[in-house]
């Protein structure tokens, strides 16, 4: 069964960090492009970071020098850090793969390969 499974979600205050995990199975990830996606409520999904097969990166303005993503192939895993957290940041985050390359959230959500359920995270004080 292909699946994307989300976790690391939870309540944390303004200044503090949270690492997410995306955990891939039933596929080779390896030959996928991961990203974070997040949505607030009554807000569009947009996109946060994305990590390519080679290591390369991007990230939304909003969240550059905050936040950092990586990938372990062996675990099958990809990593949001994601520091100096603000109330704005408070979402649902998901990951979703799309083949080799990031492209920069240009396609439709049905463009992607496959989604994670999401993970909850709310900056509060």
Do not use: H
Not at 24 to 37: E, R
Not at 43 to 61: H, N
């Amino acid at each position: 069964q292909v699946q994307l499974v989300e976790s690391g979600g939870g309540l944390v205050q303004p200044g503090g960090s949270l690492r997410l995990s995306c955990v891939a199975s039933g596929f080779t990830p390896d030959n996928y492009a991961i990203n974070w996606f997040r949505q607030a409520p009554g807000k569009e999904r947009e996109g946060v970071s994305c990590i390519s097969t080679d290591g390369s990166t991007k990230y939304a303005d909003s969240v550059k020098g905050r936040f950092t993503i990586s990938r372990d192939n062996a675990k099958s895993t990809v990593y949001l850090q994601m520091n100096s957290l603000n109330p704005e940041d408070t979402a649902v985050y998901y990951c979703a793969s799309e083949f080799l390359r990031c492209t920069g959230w240009i396609k439709g959500e049905d463009d992607y390969d496959y989604w994670g359920q999401g993970t909850q995270v709310t900056v509060s004080s």
